[in-house]
């Protein structure tokens, strides 16, 4: 058996080379697996315990706003995604087609999903009348297809899972505050579940949905200084119920188009948790979302009643907390690096003094801080040190995109601090697609988004030094 030393050895130092760094940590935390089909990732248990705890808190939140799910086809005829000229074009390059059906040629080819917008379109026309049968809040969970050049487990593969959300409002008003709505759904799971902090703002026209009125996006910022769009949300304006015909009588009995939307939040989210909070000696789960809250390490186990007193433990904290235990013949240094490589986010310690003394050892994953607890007090003791890892978390997050971001009117010093201090450039824009083109051009940052919490730092575009119109989140990114 390895000793812990190699262990750790085997995990490549964040701060080396921060790609390798990442693919060390979703294999050896046991998160995904790779398949015979390039950019395909199999999920493995504890990768998808993750996106189960993920899922199930979103779903809940989503169905608390009045969504119903739904499931729609896997498989879309070529000629209903050629109805909406925009969307097909941003789309085309990461479309998989069927061209066969067993030994047989399709005489039409069809589209393995990249996106469902076409088929809930083509299912609203026949079952949207009247202003009576408005809003139509459908949502769906599912797998899509799209076929990336570059792939990374969780953050570009091939087929990923997610969740879109499609709906249809009798006004621009109703469909705009559904965006917004759904937009801050994402938001509150991605900081109160997984303490990942956002930037809230709206994409440019560049930079948007294919098809859309705009979009509306959160984005994080990773420990390398990239930033990951988290979710986005679609206003789609009526853009695809005139392609598709989607129509109702209002209440004056005139034929009106339905205002759509649609929203959707991946499993990238999981490679956003592990880049933000993870570090050299592996994941850091928040509490909230982690699989296994608490893992039980029985010390010197075998030793009279140590296990016996081990069970007993997580049987009684059980109804408390995710707990389980580790009772096999590894040693504890092998364990206690096992389950930080995980990333739980307490282990607890219990070994024949411990029982003398009547206290058990809690040691925090994110700090590595001990805690000696005595027994009548380690439920609400417990209870609340879950409660402060998860907080410290987010605020640790916050802290380091803070020391990231940076503020800058030159675009001189736009270029230094790209190269130099990678993260989030706050800077001014004209509002002109020439001038974010060549800052991509030329810096390789792109506009993550316009935040709704507008600063005036200058009155000049950073890149022209023409009136600025608004204020813009610049990074590099995944």
């Known amino acids: 058996m390895k000793n812990q030393k190699d262990f750790v050895k085997s995990v490549t130092a964040m701060d080396d080379d921060f790609a390798q760094w990442y693919t060390d940590i979703v294999t050896k935390a046991d998160l995904v697996d790779y398949s015979s089909v390039r950019g395909s990732m199999i999920i493995r248990p504890y990768g998808y315990a993750l996106w189960e705890n993920i899922k199930n808190e979103l779903d809940?939140?989503?169905?608390?706003?009045?969504?119903?799910?739904?499931?729609?086809?896997?498989?879309i005829p070529e000629s209903l995604l050629q109805k909406e000229k925009d969307h097909i074009e941003g789309f085309a390059p990461e479309v998989a087609f069927v061209t066969h059906g067993g030994?047989?040629?399709?005489?039409?080819?069809?589209?393995?999903r990249p996106t469902s917008e076409v088929l809930f379109c083509e299912h609203y026309k026949d079952i949207i009348h009247s202003y009576r049968d408005l809003p139509k809040l459908y949502n769906q969970w599912a797998n899509v297809v799209r076929w990336e050049k570059t792939t990374r487990p969780f953050l570009r593969t091939l087929e990923f899972l997610w969740q879109e959300g499609h709906t249809c409002h009798a006004t621009d008003e109703d469909a705009h505050e559904e965006t917004t709505r759904m937009l801050e759904v994402y938001a509150r799971v991605c900081e109160d579940l997984l303490a990942i902090p956002v930037v809230k703002g709206q994409k440019t026209e560049k930079e948007k949905f294919a098809g859309a009125k705009f979009t509306y996006t959160i984005e994080s910022l990773m420990h390398d200084g990239k930033a990951l769009q988290t979710a986005t949300s679609h206003h789609l304006g009526t853009g695809f119920a005139k392609a598709f015909g989607i129509q109702y009588l209002d209440k004056?009995?005139?034929?009106?188009?339905?205002?759509?939307t649609s929203w959707g939040f991946t499993t990238r989210v999981i490679g956003a948790l592990i880049m933000v909070h993870g570090d050299d000696r592996g994941l850091k789960i928040p509490p909230k979302v982690a699989p296994t809250q608490v893992m039980i390490v029985p010390i010197a186990q075998h030793k009279e009643g140590v296990l016996d007193f081990a069970y007993d433990l997580k049987e009684s904290l059980s109804k408390l907390v995710r707990i389980d235990?580790?009772?096999?013949?590894?040693?504890?240094?092998?364990?206690?690096?096992?389950?930080?490589?995980?990333?739980?986010?307490v282990r607890l310690e219990v070994g024949p003094k411990d029982i003398e003394?009547?206290?058990?050892?809690?040691?925090?994953?994110?700090?590595?801080?001990?805690?000696?607890?005595?027994?009548?007090?380690?439920?609400?003791?417990?209870?609340?040190?879950?409660?402060?890892?998860?907080?410290?978390?987010?605020?640790?997050?916050r802290k380091a995109r803070e020391d990231k971001t940076s503020t800058t009117n030159s675009f001189e010093e736009f270029k230094e601090l790209i190269n130099q201090k990678p993260g989030f450039i706050k800077a001014m824009w004209c509002g002109k697609l020439e001038c974010e083109e060549k800052i991509k051009e030329v810096t390789g940052a792109t506009s993550r988004c316009i935040p709704f919490e507008q600063e005036s730092i200058s009155n000049e575009c950073v890149c022209c030094g023409n009136e600025a119109q608004k204020l813009v989140y610049w990074a590099k990114s995944y």
């Open 60 to 75: 809940r939140r989503i169905k608390e706003t009045g969504h119903e799910n739904v499931y729609m086809p896997l498989f």
């Open 357 to 397: 003394k009547n206290q058990v050892v809690l040691v925090r994953r994110d700090t590595g801080e001990k805690v000696f607890v005595s027994m009548d007090k380690l439920e609400e003791t417990l209870l609340a040190l879950l409660e402060e890892i998860q907080y410290s978390m987010l605020d640790t997050a």
């Open 325 to 345: 235990i580790d009772a096999s013949d590894k040693k504890p240094g092998w364990k206690f690096n096992e389950y930080e490589m995980k990333g739980i986010p």
């Open 103 to 112: 030994s047989e040629e399709l005489t039409e080819r069809l589209v393995v």
């Open 252 to 260: 004056d009995g005139n034929q009106q188009y339905v205002h759509q």
